[in-house]
């Protein structure tokens, strides 16, 4: 009985955030949107650069740093290999190991797409770079 109450509250919160305006769920970086009924004076998308190279890692932790000199940066998403969108400003990228097959990535290249969208809406266009697993 408590179950479905709180599933029913759950329920009703939802729709009423949705109602109001609300983003609810992202399904990736074209999800984020200005609040209705406001006029965005920022006009220009935000940058990411990340800090890969040309060396060959086992384990690699790529940084995205976002700036955005006007609204802010609202978030930085991510995908490893046509994968899902992620939202993060840290990937790492893992080999798989001998044991565990499993686990991490097959060695040699790997595309990273990643961009960010600042405060008042605005995408930066998607860019990539390239890790390379190896040992």
């Known amino acids: 009985m408590k179950r479905t109450k709180l599933s029913l509250t759950i329920v009703a919160v939802m729709i009423g955030l949705f109602a109001l305006g609300v983003p609810v769920a992202y399904a990736g970086p074209r999800a984020i949107t200005p609040p209705a009924g406001s006029a965005p004076t920022d006009l220009v998308a935000p940058v990411t650069v990340d ?52 686990c991490g990535l097959p060695a040699g290249d790997h595309v990273v797409e990643y961009c960010s969208v600042d405060v008042a809406g605005n995408e930066e266009l998607t860019q990539s770079c390239i890790v390379t697993l190896g040992r």
């Open 51 to 102: 800090d890969s190279d040309l060396a060959v890692y086992a384990t690699f932790t790529l940084t995205l740093t976002a700036t955005d000199d006007s609204s802010g940066v609202e978030s930085t998403w991510y995908k490893v290999d046509g994968g899902a969108w992620r939202t993060g400003e840290y990937v790492t990228l893992r080999m798989q190991s001998i044991r565990h097959k499993l």
